[in-house]
């Protein structure tokens, strides 16, 4: 009898927390703080802040001090998107979702 792979590490079936239930991919800027950012971009190496960009989505630049601005405005961008996402819209569960987010609220107590 072959077991799924899941079940012989002790993993869950399905969603194993309330951002699997709603869909929410996590930020790819790893911080919702714009300061944490912009020290973050300033300490990383050129390479890194140029391959920062392309994982978020912002053309590469030669131009250090450019590259920072565009990637802070995207950032800024990315923040007023997913703000004014969570401000305008209510997540709407099914009975099913509500008691599985239920339950996986109560593993954290």
């Given at each position: 009898m072959d077991l799924p792979r899941?079940?012989?590490?002790?993993?869950?079936d399905g969603p194993n927390s309330i951002y699997d239930i709603i869909g929410y991919k996590h930020?790819?800027?790893?911080t919702s703080n714009?300061?944490?950012?912009?020290?973050?971009?300033?300490?990383?190496?050129?390479?890194d802040?140029?391959?920062?960009?392309?994982?978020?989505g912002?053309?590469?630049n030669d131009n250090r001090e450019q590259l920072v601005v565009s990637l802070?405005?995207?950032f800024l961008?990315?923040?007023?998107?997913?703000?004014?996402?969570k401000q305008n819209a209510g997540v709407k569960m099914?009975?099913?979702d509500a008691a599985i987010a239920e339950r996986i609220l109560k593993r954290g107590k």
């Open positions: 899941n079940q012989t590490n002790g993993a869950l930020s790819p800027y790893k714009v300061e944490v950012y912009l020290e973050a971009l300033r300490a990383m190496h050129p390479s802040l140029e391959a920062h960009a392309m994982e978020v912002v053309a590469p802070e405005k995207a961008q990315y923040q007023g998107i997913f703000n004014s996402a099914s009975p099913e």
